[in-house]
């Protein structure tokens, strides 16, 4: 199903058949966390952005409307009118954040919803079998995600946990993709490695959900507060063990720097809030650096926000008009700003796999580390 087209150094260019359509990476999945992109956007929108695969929020779609509730109205691709890969998370991560309402044990979490508090109960089976409702074309492995720092004899033990979760996952998707009224009997399956910033840890677990023969692979608990340094140590203490014939997601990252970075090291797909909400809040990523558009000296700015960029909000609009929406409190502000943002990451994406293609990744390395984090 993988792909491995070229490599140069550690960094990979492949392709990734799915039943939703064939995915090419380095990836960045555009987060849809309630089966829409925060900021007004739908999936018309997305495809003209360039956006490959969809990721939408176990947990909150568990919530509301229901993954039940889902199923009945055809999966989350009717649901959305969205045909290309969609990933859902395993709701492993908003339990996490959930710290204060939750109870951690071997069979599973029970947890209050932060809807209305009411109790809730999910292991890997009750994961499994919500993604499946939803038919997502890759549904991710249930795990607990430890807090940095963390104490080592914790990060241990919970992440030897997280591998006799990984198989009673994996024995009940096969269990669930072989019934008849499942939506999706293809849906894939992505193991999740844990292990805090332990790089001992870390590889041991990489070790063990390899032998598992997964879809995926995906790299979790990191970008939650540890220095970048930390981050891309422990990718490149797990980067060997990791099996070269599947992909690998780092999970909720993150900046243009970190993607590029990430790539460097072996990585193949990315995810993370980080473009939409800072759209929203008037932070704008460009080919020169970041733009705060609230700024007072985009007043009487007719430019168009990149003039390297061709998304639609670069095409008609100027930074004058998008300081004046957010000034006026204008919804079009939102709309306007999170499809450039994901225009922008949805093209890095694609200018790193053409400078893969090209032989010059290196080169394009060298040339956006520091320029595209820099703040105008």
Not at 17 to 25: N, R
Not at 172 to 181: A, H, K
Not at 353 to 368: H, T, Y
Request: hydrophobic share 40%.
């Amino acid at each position: 199903m993988f792909k491995l087209l070229k490599t140069e150094g550690k960094a990979r260019r492949g392709d990734f058949k799915t039943v939703h359509g064939t995915i090419q990476t380095p990836v960045f999945m555009n987060v849809g966390t309630a089966a829409a992109i925060k900021g007004g956007l739908d999936s018309f929108d997305l495809k003209e952005i360039g956006c490959q695969v969809e990721l939408s929020n176990t947990y909150h779609l568990h919530l509301r409307p229901g993954d039940k509730v889902v199923k009945s109205l055809g999966g989350l691709h009717k649901f959305m009118n969205w045909d290309r890969p969609i990933l859902t998370d395993s709701g492993g991560f908003q339990v996490f954040s959930l710290s204060k309402l939750r109870k951690i044990k071997e069979e599973g979490v029970y947890f209050q919803s932060h809807i209305d508090g009411h109790h809730i109960f999910m292991g890997p089976e009750e994961s499994m079998q919500i993604q499946s409702n939803l038919a997502s074309t890759i549904a991710m492995a249930f795990d607990e995600c430890v807090e940095n720092p963390c104490e080592k004899d914790y990060a241990k033990a919970s992440s030897q946990m997280t591998v006799r979760w990984l198989k009673r996952c994996k024995a009940e998707m096969e269990r669930l993709n072989s019934l008849d009224d499942t939506i999706n009997k293809k849906q894939m399956l992505f193991a999740i490695n844990q292990g805090s910033t332990y790089a001992d840890l870390r590889i041991e677990n990489m070790k063990q959900i390899a032998d598992l023969d997964l879809d995926g692979y995906a790299i979790g608990g990191l970008a939650v507060g540890e220095p970048a340094e930390v981050m891309y140590s422990i990718i490149e203490a797990v980067e060997p063990f990791a099996p070269v014939n599947k992909p690998r997601y780092l999970m909720g990252v993150g900046t243009p720097e970190n993607i590029i970075e990430a790539v460097y090291r072996g990585v193949d797909f990315f995810d993370c809030v980080m473009p939409s909400r800072n759209a929203r809040h008037g932070t704008l990523f460009t080919s020169i650096g970041m733009v705060n558009i609230n700024n007072a000296k985009y007043e009487t700015d007719d430019s168009p926000l990149d003039p390297n960029c061709n998304c639609h909000t670069c095409r008609n609009f100027s930074k004058g008009y998008l300081r004046h929406l957010f000034k006026a409190n204008e919804i079009l502000a939102l709309r306007l700003a999170v499809i450039h943002n994901l225009s922008f990451y949805n093209k890095l994406a694609a200018d790193i796999r053409c400078a893969l293609d090209n032989g010059c990744f290196e080169d394009f390395r060298k040339e956006n580390i520091g320029k595209l984090s820099q703040r105008i």
